[in-house]
């Protein structure tokens, strides 16, 4: 597990400049937002190479797709201003692991060049709030599909 420290004075003083005060899902949907950005921004300085954000579909959504040499990496991205109830890393449950796999799995049956493709999962946990500073803990390989279960 990989750990590292960031600060976002310039997204503060962004947010500080807006006038009006945004619902609050609109700022939780922000803070998702911001939290996949920053995800992406460290994924990038460690060496994969983002191909795919907030793929959806009818399955589930997949924050990340990168390519870490011939390995495509999913990265699950979630953030969590507080430690309380796990965090950020414990809210990856086995329903989101499902939703994950299985969203995954119509990526590659749409996506010919990569059905060959090792899959990793990886998680990525933004611990306190993107755009005030937080804790990044990346986890190489956090899951896999069931043994013997093939993705398509």
Known sequence: MQRASVSGAAHTARMRAQS???APR???HRRGEEAERLAAVYLRTHGLRVLLRNFRCRLGELDLVCADGPVLVVVEVRQRSDERFGGALASV???KRRRILRATALLLQRSRHWRD???RFDV???QGRPDAGAEILWIRDAFRASPGRRLI
Do not use: E, F, L, R
Request: zero cysteines; charged letters at 5%.
């Open 20 to 22: 009006t005060s945004p």
């Open 26 to 28: 609109d700022v939780h």
């Open 93 to 95: 449950t086995a329903a």
């Open 117 to 119: 493709a090792t899959v």
């Open 124 to 126: 990525v946990g933004i």
